[in-house]
């Protein structure tokens, strides 16, 4: 099942891609990629349900709740990877059409 | 924790306790993350995005909820349905064999007496009450009790038509001396 690549899911993957073996929380995604959480949690819910994340719950410190945090699987560095060809692929294909038109 | 923060948190919290199963999960998350928010107005903003995606999944996870257990009672109606409608099936069918086996008796009887009418069959009347009646009756009590285990609606229709045939003999027979 594949995840509808809109602007906000490229910047969430380029937030996880960063370093793509760390955990993040949420609010960190959500700074670095300026995504208000209305936004960006039905994405990382859309991407667990694909298997493209992995979630956990920290271990929290006293007095402060505890927080879920999140990876990419082998499969979301997969599709990050082949998305991010995709991208590419359309990036060239407007420059070439820009060249071809001017 | 702020006055805004405390509003805000408590709306996230209150939006969380409606949502089924996996929806909590997240809620609870978008919960912890409103601690680390920095600035009172961000952790509303940050609590009103929280409660329009608790909204959302908890609506569609209801429906989806909702629909499956509309099906599985869909299902459950149907089979049901299936059961009795076959059991009502086997019930005519045994009902309609005894018929049939009543009337085979009563054409073979007629038949006869037809064929040879020197035999005077027409006029013994113990005659039609066992060749109709007793023989056929007879049969389908013996049919009925070997399919008592096997096919039991079945078995039932016999007895209830085996039953009506009794029944009418019996009219018969107390309008018959009534007459007397």
Redesign the interface.
């Known amino acids: 099942m594949k995840l509808r690549l809109s602007p906000q899911t490229l910047l969430v993957l380029e937030a996880f891609l960063e370093e793509s073996a760390v955990w993040r929380y949420g609010y960190e995604i959500s700074r670095g990629s300026g995504l208000k959480s209305g936004t960006l949690y039905p994405i990382l819910i859309r991407m667990e349900e694909r298997r493209l994340l992995e979630t956990k719950w920290e271990s929290g410190e006293p007095g402060r709740p505890a927080r879920h945090l999140y990876r990419l699987t082998p499969d979301g560095m997969q599709f990050v990877r082949e998305s991010r060809l995709v991208q590419a692929a359309k990036g060239l294909g407007a420059v070439a059409l820009g060249e071809a038109q001017g | 924790m702020g006055f805004v923060r405390s509003i805000a948190h408590r709306m996230v919290a209150v939006a969380a306790g409606f949502g089924p199963g996996r929806s909590q ?2 809620a ?6 409103l ?3 920095e600035g009172e107005w961000e952790a509303l ?2 609590a ?3 409660i ?2 608790i909204a ?2 908890s609506g569609q996870e209801w429906i989806r909820l909702c629909s499956a257990e509309m099906r599985r009672w869909e299902r459950l109606a149907m089979g049901q349905m299936d059961k009795m409608g076959k059991k009502t099936g086997l019930l005519v069918a045994g009902a309609l064999g005894t018929a049939v086996l009543v009337m085979i008796a009563f054409a073979l009887l007629y038949l006869t007496a037809v064929t040879f009418p020197q035999l005077g069959i027409e006029q013994a009347e113990w005659t039609h009450i066992l060749v109709v009646i007793v023989i056929p009756a007879i049969i389908c009590l013996c049919g009925a009790a070997w399919l008592w285990r096997r096919k039991r609606p079945l078995a039932v229709g016999i007895l209830l038509s085996v039953v009506a045939v009794g029944t009418h003999v019996v009219l018969h027979f107390a309008h018959h001396f009534a007459r007397r």
């Not at chain 2, 609870?28 to 993350?33: D, G, I, K, S, T």
């Open positions: 999960e997240w609870r998350a978008m919960l912890a993350e601690e680390f928010v903003w940050w009103l995005g929280s329009t995606v959302r999944r």
